[in-house]
Structures are given as C-alpha cells and as structure tokens.
C-alpha cells in the first residue's frame, strides 16, 4: 500500500471506533434526558445496542457487493459518511423511537470495519494481509480506548447534543480524507459474485465455517464478560467507588494491550496459520476469564492484559481466513457477510450473560464464559484439522482457484 494509504484508514478506523464508543456507553443518561420513562430504559438501550448489527448482518453483504463491482474506496467513504450522518441525526433526536431509528440507519450505512478491511486487504499484497488488518485493529483498540474517557468528560462540559455534533465531524473529515487520499484498489479478475454465492462459498468451505463459527463464539463469550464483569468488580473491591475506579482502570490496561497485540498477531498470521493463532489466542483468553471469578481484584490487572493481548487476534484472524478464500471480486462481500456473523455474537452475548448472571454464582458464570472461548479455540482447530482437496486444488493451495493473489 503507498505510504498514506496506512495512516488514513488508521484515522478512519480510530474515528469510527470513538465516537461508537463514546455513544454506546452513554445511552442509558442520554435516553434518561429525552424523556425516557425510567423503567424503560433497559429495554431500549437494549435495544438500540442490539439494533445496528441485526441490520449490518444484510446490508454488510450488499454494501460489500456493491464495492466489489464499483470500488472499495467508495465503500470506506460511504461508511465514514453513513456513520457520520446516523450520529448527527441522533444529536436531534427527541424521543427513543427517533434516537432508534438513529441507530437502524447507522447499521444500514455504516459498516466501517467491513469497508475499511476490504480495502486494506486488496491494496496489500498476499503477505502483507494480516498486516493490515492488523494496524486497522490497533486503531480500534485505541478508538476502544480513548473513546469512554474522552465521551465522558465531554458528555458533563458540553452536553450531548454537541458531543454527537463534533463526532459526527470527525466522521466527516475521515470520510473527506479518505475521498481525497486513497487510490482505487483495483482488482484483476472479470467474473463477478452474488452475495447469497459468496455467503454459500465461505459456509460450504470447511475453514471459512468453522473460523466463523469460532468467531461467532468468542464475540458472543466477550460481549457476556462486559454484562457481568462490572458487577463482578464491584463485589469483591467493596464499594461502588472503587468498582468505578478499578473498571476505568481495568478496561483501559485492556484495550492498550489489544492496541499492542493486533500489530503482533497480524505480522504472525502473515507468517503462520491464522486458525493457529486464533486457536492459541482464545485459550488463552478462556484462561484468564475464567480466572476472573474467582480472584481478588488486584490480580484482575494482569488477567486483563493477558485477555487484551490475545483478544486483538480473534476477530482480525476471522476476516484473514475470509479473505484468503474470498475469490478475487467477492472480498468485500465475504468481509460484509464474516462481520455480520460477528456482529451477531454481539447481540447474543449480553442476553446470555444477562440471564447467566441471574441463574447462576458469579465464579460459575466466568468459568463459562471462559468455557465458550475454549470452545471457540476448539472450533478454530477443527476447521484446520482436515483441509479440503478438490479438483484443482493442492493441500498446500487450500483456496485453489478462488485465492486472491494482489499484487
């Protein structure tokens, strides 16, 4: 890729990735000062959390299709813009049927991880694909990171319609910069795929099922964790002051780890087998979730790291494997469809950590969670264990005729 190229969808990436996160956590007060009944709440930050990845799970493959035929730079500029556009509309919400509208149109023309991945992974060469995705997935960590702090100081200075209006021009600006500053990247063959093909493709492939399948498992066991592990926190620091400190302190050591870790984990799945990795990465995050439950706070610190680093491979390793058995113009497609099958988890973890919390002792719960991540690193291995051979293909050209080869 040219030397900008890098630095801009870093921006775009970073840009997307806090002012999503500096929204989300603010929901519940933001519903609360529209005039949401209070019982309600809950249910519609539910709600409107839930609401954009339902939606991404169809428009993610569309908008992935219309790149592959016209062009993945539009695509990252269209998302930047979408995503932009969605959170200006929610600085003049006034009820939460509006506000979740808001939130329909984000998934409808959002998607910047799928579009910005699907350039990144035709502008690089073969080797350089992991790389990438890499570096896209340190800016998110780091998005991940600044984000609730940066949204909660300025959430109390400004209010929230101006704190949505200055997100929304953020987006803006990565949208415009993207326009100006990146290149087509072209792709070389002719033929052309629907997306029912490439989601048929990447299910009926034995590796591309079970890394989707993995990744399906990891995101929901994550997205368990952050229901309960608040709480959690809170229980055995003592006091709801010191819970608020150790969580803010906690999930920041988190997300710098991962902001460390994807640039490591990309340059290894370059190197070796994305399953592999993947595979590795989640049991070790089973390991310290798992062990989440049952220590004294102060040791949650270097579980935290531990589940950071190793979490920046699982998702990032999913669109690798996409990828590489994606046909040439069906990258953007098979991106779409593998972050919907994530987006997914998201919706399915917090019902499942919510109802776990409620049935069962909070040691209990970790340990499944941790037990869903070994699973995802189980599912991981047994795509990996026997490679398909079929006409035309070697064991060692596992993608055959469908392998992208950017050069």
């Known amino acids: 890729m040219r030397g900008r190229t890098y630095p801009v969808l870093c921006l775009g990436q970073f840009a997307a990735t806090a002012g999503l996160t500096i929204v989300v956590p603010l929901l519940p007060f933001y519903l609360a000062g529209i005039g949401t009944p209070r019982g309600e709440i809950p249910w519609w930050t539910a709600v409107s959390v839930a609401a954009p990845a339902v939606v991404q799970l169809v428009s993610g493959p569309l908008w992935g299709w219309v790149g592959d035929r016209f062009g993945h730079k539009a695509m990252v500029v269209r998302a ?3 995503l ?3 959170i200006a509309l929610m600085a003049v919400a006034d009820t939460p049927e509006e506000f979740l509208g808001c939130r329909l149109l984000q998934g409808a023309c959002g998607g910047v991880v799928s579009a910005t991945a699907s350039y990144a992974s035709a502008a690089a060469s073969t080797d350089r694909r992991g790389r990438a995705l890499g570096m896209l997935f ?10 609730p702090l940066v949204g909660g100081l300025l959430a109390t200075r400004l209010g929230f319609a101006p704190l949505f209006a200055a997100v929304a021009g953020m987006l803006a600006i990565s949208s415009a910069l993207a326009a100006v500053s990146l290149a087509e990247a072209h792709a070389h063959a002719r033929e052309r795929h629907s997306p029912r093909a490439i ?27 952050v229901v309960v592990f608040a709480p959690q926190v809170e229980r055995i620091s003592g006091s709801v002051a010191a819970a608020t400190t150790w969580v803010g302190v906690l999930q920041a050591v988190t997300w710098a780890a991962s902001c460390v870790g994807s640039p490591w984990w990309g340059r290894r799945n370059d190197r070796g087998s994305a399953q592999l990795g993947f595979a590795v990465a989640a049991a070790c995050c089973a390991v310290a979730v798992a062990l989440q439950g049952v ?13 950071g680093f190793c979490f920046a ?14 046909p040439e113009r069906g990258s953007g497609t098979a991106f779409g469809f593998s972050t919907g099958v994530l987006d997914l988890g998201q919706v399915f973890g917090p019902l499942a950590g919510a109802a776990l919390a409620v049935l069962l002792p909070p ?3 970790f340990a499944l969670i941790g037990a869903m991540l070994g699973t995802a690193a189980l599912l991981a291995v047994a795509g990996r264990a026997k490679p398909e051979v079929s006409a035309g293909t070697s064991p060692h050209d596992p993608v055959g005729t469908h392998e992208k080869v950017l050069r």
Request: charged letters at 10%; a positive charge; proline letters at 3%.
């Open 138 to 147: 340190a800016a998110t960590a780091a998005g991940s990171l600044l984000g």
């Open 84 to 86: 932009g556009l969605a």
């Open 199 to 225: 989601a048929a493709l990447l299910l009926r492939r034995r590796e591309t099922r079970w890394m989707l399948l993995a990744g399906f498992a990891a995101q929901a066991a994550i997205y368990a964790l």
């Open 363 to 365: 040691s209990v719960v």
């Open 295 to 307: 220590v004294p706070v102060e040791l949650l610190l270097p579980l935290r790291v531990a589940q």
């Open 80 to 82: 930047h813009a979408g």
């Open 313 to 326: 491979a699982l998702l990032q390793s999913v669109l690798h494997v996409s990828s590489r058995h994606a």
